[in-house]
DNA sequence: GAATATAGTTAGCTATGCTAACTAATTTGT
DNA sequence: ACAAATTAGTTAGCATAGCTAACTATATTC
């Protein structure tokens, strides 16, 4: 996806500077996840059940609802993912007894094998493409990294 | 999705300072993206017509080959792309006089007027939240985007 | 002119997203 | 206590987007 020079939005509080950052930021996103999803093939699980899975791994047992939330997606759509996960044998499911309502979804051990290797490979291609970097700019990098990421933490 | 430390491969050629950067730029990517794709919605196309509409828009009619090409396609998927923005005349089809087996995209007036206001909304809420950064952070996020950009042109 | 190669399409599979309508369980309100 | 409302999750049905395999039609090569 090309990169158009930022429309001339001189009138609005939005200064033209971020509008540059905020639209060179969004398309380097698209590309770099575009090339990094290739790795996720080797995986055998398409991005959504290997991310729904990577919350259960870092961050504990969910309920369905919790999982939909920190997936941002709606209970239908992470219901099937998790039906998927549980279809290979990557996460367990059982009854929460404070409310039969509620499941407790729990990555399995052969769930978090999994997608510790996935993400090691993942993470080794960009890392390996990172390596490119002088120890300047990787400095850099991981310094503006960190900004988003507090950015994202405290999203409006 | 959380974010891990990383794992310990020290053995590698990779170092961990690699990794690390690594890690938290590749999440960081999905979820910043996670979050602008929202704004698409209101264009009403999807976001694989988007982004090859905004090829056509920023680097002219293509064929469907090269269109495949440029968004890392098959062509059976970019088939159906170009057939869905077709149907909405957002793309023009023409023949090629030159050999009838090839087509020509380009993208209407309509494709482009909605491209650029669809572009202009996801931009400009990306950067209403990049607004909260101080002018430094700013700045840094600014050089780590085009060092981002440089890396991608030439990724191996 | 026959064989081969190239451009695109069609058919059919999987995965991921949605909304609307449903079931089952819990909580609330009288 | 029990009817009403809320909450958790599922099911059905739709659209988009990715793939491979097999097809048609046109160009190229031998």
Request: net charge positive; with cysteine; hydrophobic share 40%.
């Amino acid at each position: 996806m090309p990169r158009p020079s930022p429309s001339s939005n001189q009138h609005s509080s939005i200064n033209n500077d971020v509008l540059t950052v905020a639209d060179r930021l969004h398309s380097a996103a698209i590309h770099l996840l575009r090339r990094v999803r290739k790795q996720d093939i080797a995986t055998g699980e398409g991005p959504a059940r290997l991310s729904a899975l990577s919350v259960l791994v870092f961050a504990g047992p969910k309920t369905l609802k919790e999982l939909a939330a920190a997936e941002q997606v709606k209970p239908p759509t992470m219901s099937r993912i998790v039906a998927g996960l549980a279809r290979s044998r990557l996460v367990e499911i059982t009854e929460d007894r404070e409310d039969a309502r509620r499941m407790r979804i729990a990555a399995t051990p052969k769930g978090t094998r999994l997608l510790q290797k996935g993400r090691e490979m993942r993470i080794a291609y960009l890392a390996s493409q990172l390596e490119r970097l002088t120890p300047d700019e990787l400095s850099q990098l991981g310094e503006a990294v960190e900004i988003l990421g507090r950015l994202l933490q405290n999203w409006c």
